[in-house]
């Protein structure tokens, strides 16, 4: 209890300080500048104490990781990730670990260093003694009194472990994939974040299949794409992990395996797995085509009822779709690219069959749930458009997009 004793003295007396109506601006820069240190020297405790549980074993003790022991203790999941990193590896750097102790370095900067030399040993083809490790723990020490921020200092880090890797033999960075990253986190409006480091040969497949699945589409009217590059691109990715889902067999029901849980006295309140709550229009929309498994559960989670799966697509009712719209009905994407709609949704009963389905690419199925965008099927038994009113006042019926050249009467609808 010793240390706990310490610090919680030192809280106190901290806790006491009370900054005063009236204060100088010297004062008042001074008293940051000592706040400062002191959030620095905390930030290196919390990293040196995170070290000590993991020795201990006390996450592994309870089944979970010393990332979910802080995160149980109180931590953001980014700062949790910033304490295991830093504990295990401040015992190896006491050059820096003397600068963090000290105050005289950030939390955020300690961690930049960690990570830059951890990526300068993984470029290194073989082993980083002692000697050049403190070489370029000082190298990164001086870019950050140099006023270096974070990133400039992973920058670095980047540089020194393309010269380890070019005085030893090994890979070029553009061609070494130990050093690939590709992290994602939820935010706090429910959106993902994607951000990757690849190698070139990954990063040429994932910028080939994504350009090649994002050229314009016209819209139905045949005006030109209003999408930006940046959106075309985002539902190309979309279009890839669809087609990823169906092991390259176009026919075949995604495999992807979503799970939607709803609470049964809040049913409004529906929560995707990893990414958390989703609005109605949305939980249609994916019911159409991804595998997706309804769970009702209680007030403590307990699951009371598990929802009906089987109301996707089968293989020859996709073909038979292929057949008739031979692509999205709204823009023309090709059937590899598309998702087989219910005109009348699953969720509101409606049946698998070829008279209540049709093709929409993810972009156009989005418009359908979310933009007012309605489709009907036509006395001619294949799906129309109808536009919101925002697009067309009249709502004009629109004929499928490979159906366009045809001149039907719009009362077939």
Same mark, same amino acid.
């Given at each position: /209890? ?9 809280? *106190?007396?901290?806790?006491? %300080? %009370? ?36 020795? @201990? ?8 990781? #010393?990332? &979910? ?20 590896? @401040? ?18 900067? %300690?961690?930049? =260093? ?26 990164? #020490? ?29 890979? $070029? ?69 669809? =087609? ?5 067999? =176009?026919?075949?029901? $995604? ?5 939607? !849980? ?6 409004? @309140?529906?929560?995707? &797995?990893? /990414? ?17 498994? !309804? ?48 005109? %009348?949704?699953? !969720?509101? +009963?409606?049946?698998?069959? @070829? ?15 979310? *933009? ?9 038994? +294949?799906?129309?458009? =109808? ?5 067309? $006042?009249?709502?004009? $019926? ?16």
């Amino acid at each position: /209890m010793g240390i706990e004793r310490d610090l919680t003295a030192v809280l *106190d007396a901290i806790r006491g %300080v %009370v900054v005063p109506g009236e204060t100088t601006v010297d004062d008042a820069l001074g008293a940051v500048r000592v706040i400062l240190v002191l959030r620095n020297v905390v930030d290196h405790l919390a990293a040196t104490l995170a070290g000590v549980l993991d020795r @201990l074993g006390v996450a592994a003790s309870q089944g979970r990781t #010393l990332r &979910e022991l802080l995160m149980s203790l109180g931590c953001a999941p980014s700062v949790a990730e910033r304490m295991v990193r830093a504990g295990g590896a @401040l015992p190896l750097l006491p050059t820096l670990t003397a600068h963090a102790a000290d105050g005289a370095i950030s939390g955020e900067h %300690v961690d930049a =260093i960690v990570k830059g030399i951890n990526h300068i040993r993984a470029r290194s083809p073989g082993e980083v003694d002692e000697a050049t490790r403190f070489a370029q723990v000082t190298d990164l #020490l001086g870019q950050f009194f140099s006023g270096a921020t974070p990133a400039d200092i992973g920058n670095r880090a980047r540089k020194l472990g393309n010269r380890a890797a070019a005085a030893e033999g090994g890979l $070029p960075a553009a061609e070494d994939r130990s050093v690939n990253t590709l992290d994602h986190r939820v935010t706090s409006d429910g959106r993902l974040q994607v951000r990757a480091d690849l190698d070139a040969e990954v990063g040429a497949k994932l910028v080939a299949a994504v350009e090649e699945l994002s050229a314009p589409r016209p819209e139905p009217d045949g005006s030109p794409d209003t999408r930006s590059a940046a959106r075309r691109r985002a539902d190309a990715l979309e279009a890839v992990l669809d =087609i990823a889902a169906r092991g390259g067999d =176009i026919a075949s029901a $995604p495999r992807t395996q979503l799970l939607v !849980t709803v609470p049964a006295d809040t049913p409004d @309140l529906a929560e995707l &797995e990893f /990414m958390g709550s989703i609005s109605t229009a949305t939980l249609a929309r994916i019911c159409c085509d991804t595998t997706v498994t !309804t769970v009702v559960v209680d007030g403590e989670q307990v699951p009371l009822d598990m929802g009906r799966d089987k109301r996707l697509f089968p293989a020859h009712l996709r073909k038979a779709l292929y057949l008739r719209d031979q692509g999205c009905i709204k823009c023309g994407a090709p059937p590899g690219r598309t998702h087989a709609h219910h005109i %009348v949704h699953w !969720t509101h +009963h409606g049946e698998t069959s @070829l008279n209540n389905g049709c093709l929409l690419c993810p972009a156009c199925h989005a418009n359908v749930h979310h *933009d007012g965008w309605d489709v009907v099927m036509g006395m001619d038994k +294949h799906p129309w458009l =109808i536009p919101p009113a925002t697009v067309d $006042p009249h709502r004009q $019926p629109i004929p499928a997009y490979n159906r366009r050249t045809m001149k039907l009467d719009h009362a077939a609808a």
